[in-house]
């Protein structure tokens, strides 16, 4: 079975500082996809990134880094220099390999909820 | 594109009806999936369809079923509805290649069941 595990319930940093958003998964699959989802107080699930198993290349986008390391099972996310508006819960989710639509039956965690003081 | 609408975005339903939750997705959006969110949880993963046929199904009872249509519209229908079956109820769609564009979430409907 799959899971998702966000360690970090709450956070609570400063504007500009630096946060990091943890993610352990499990998975016997050897094809699985993860992505990182942003949920704003208006509810809608924001897509910010995917990765499958075989792509272990670290990205960055603006503000936003990933870390994936497989030999650890994490895909950490990384936000520099907060802002008010990036307070917000966030969503890691890994998904099974689907032969029709690629990702298939996802698993998310009970995500962490960022505070970015002003 | 209009995004993903989901319609009603709040429902109040009595322990032992039934519900039927609306969808609607953006043009060529062919994959949909459902989810159930509880409060400060994760959404759960309920089904998913593509091309108007189930495409997995995740650990819900056979109360839970789901619809999709041609036109990119899908329905999620909840029977014998129970206590617990509060919930955030999530409707995510996407163009075929999920992987590359990632699914577009709709605000969900919130239903309460008293």
């Known amino acids: 079975a799959q899971k998702v595990t966000q360690a970090q319930t709450e956070i609570s940093v400063v504007e500009k500082e630096d946060v990091t958003l943890d993610c352990v998964y499990e998975?016997?699959?050897?094809?699985?996809?993860l992505f990182w989802y942003k949920q704003p107080p208006s509810g809608e699930l924001v897509f910010l990134i995917r990765?499958?198993?075989?792509?272990?290349q670290n990205e960055i986008s603006g503000r936003y880094s990933w870390n994936f390391q497989k030999s650890t099972s994490s895909f950490n996310f990384t936000i520099t220099a907060s802002q008010v508006v990036d307070s917000a819960v966030y969503f890691c989710?890994?998904?099974?390999?689907?032969?029709?639509?690629?990702?298939?039956?996802?698993?998310f965690g009970d995500g962490t909820t960022l505070t970015v003081k002003p | 594109e209009t995004g993903v609408t989901q319609s009603p975005t709040h429902l109040i339903k009595t322990r032992g009806q039934q519900v039927t939750l609306r969808c609607s997705s953006q043009?060529?959006?062919?994959?949909v999936s459902w989810y159930q969110q509880a409060l400060g949880q994760g959404p759960q993963f309920i089904f998913q369809?593509?091309?108007?046929?189930?495409?997995g199904r995740g650990n819900f009872p056979p109360r839970f079923s789901g619809l999709q249509f041609p036109n990119y519209s899908s329905e999620l229908n909840v029977n014998a509805l129970e206590l617990d079956d509060s919930a955030l109820y999530l409707c995510?769609?996407?163009?075929?290649?999920?992987?590359?564009?990632?699914?577009?979430f709709g605000s969900g409907t919130r239903l309460t069941v008293v």
């Open positions: 998975t016997r699959d050897t094809t699985y996809y």
């Open positions: 989710a890994l998904s099974e390999a689907n032969r029709n639509t690629n990702a298939g039956k996802s698993t």
């Open positions: 043009s060529g959006h062919n994959t």
């Open positions: 990765r499958n198993s075989f792509d272990e």
């Open positions: 995510a769609s996407s163009l075929p290649q999920t992987v590359t564009y990632g699914y577009t």
């Open positions: 369809y593509y091309r108007e046929e189930e495409n």
